[in-house]
């Protein structure tokens, strides 16, 4: 018994020496300087401590900034749900021997840079980019172009996360019986009732697991929001990243990452007890 809680412990040690100089750690430091006082020195966080840093964090006028994120989060996980799931389930249905060149394609996204990415389609919604300019054809077209705008921000965490949402209901859609839908037919069901009683239910572990891959980074993301949204579409992500540079206010920016984390900490929770309550 010894012999073998030894080995285990051996076999988990790098991953727990990692994730205790890389993970834990740093958390450690960042709830440290949540506590801490303001400097405008080299220090950025010194002595006494003090819970002023999530008092202003806390302030009311940051409650748009926090509805506007979790509104940008919410938004882009229905977008990649609703684009994603067919285009699932016509790779696990109709794949056929192209399954894996379509998975493929789902992740050719990854092999380069996002943030060149998202620069690129800060070109295609400018005012004179690709997308405003074929809009304009058909009398669709925008002053300005489509930058900076709430839809912006959108479209671009939905073409980032997209992958996130898609291999999830993939691999759901491959263990899903298809016969089911066969036999739900043959009961007198039509599409949508066999859709609603039938495939997503079959499919709530692929769609949990997909939206929370999705909710949780999109949530943090403030690359995008600033490229794509600007100033009138920060986000609580984009607010830290300022806090830790321009605004030289560590503490705040720490008590912001924080109180981040634990929204992030209760979306998996919640998660945990409704993905019981499936099974």
Known sequence: MLRRWLKATGLLAPTGIWLGLFLIAPLVVVVEFSFATRNTGVARAVLPWTAQAYLTALDPAFLPIFGRTLLYAVATTVACLLLGFPLAWFIARHGGRYRTALLAAVLIPF???????????????????????????????????????????????????????????????????????????DLGHGRVSTFLRVVLPGMTSGVLAGSLLVLVPAAGDFVTPKLLGGVGQSTFGSVIDDQFRGGNNWPLGSAMAVLLLVLVVVVLVLRGRRGEDVL
């Not at 380069?112 to 295609?124: C, D, E, F, V």
């Not at 669709?140 to 921000?153: C, K, P, Q």
């Open 111 to 185: 092999w380069s840079s996002y943030l060149a990415r998202i620069y690129a389609w800060k070109a295609l919604l400018d005012g004179e980019g690709l997308v405003n300019t074929v809009l304009g054809w058909a009398g669709l077209g925008r002053d300005g172009g489509f930058l900076l705008t709430h839809g912006a921000v959108v479209l671009g965490l939905t073409y980032g996360f997209l992958p996130f949402m898609v291999l999830p209901l993939y691999v759901a859609c491959e263990r899903f019986d298809f016969r089911l839908v066969e036999a739900s037919y």
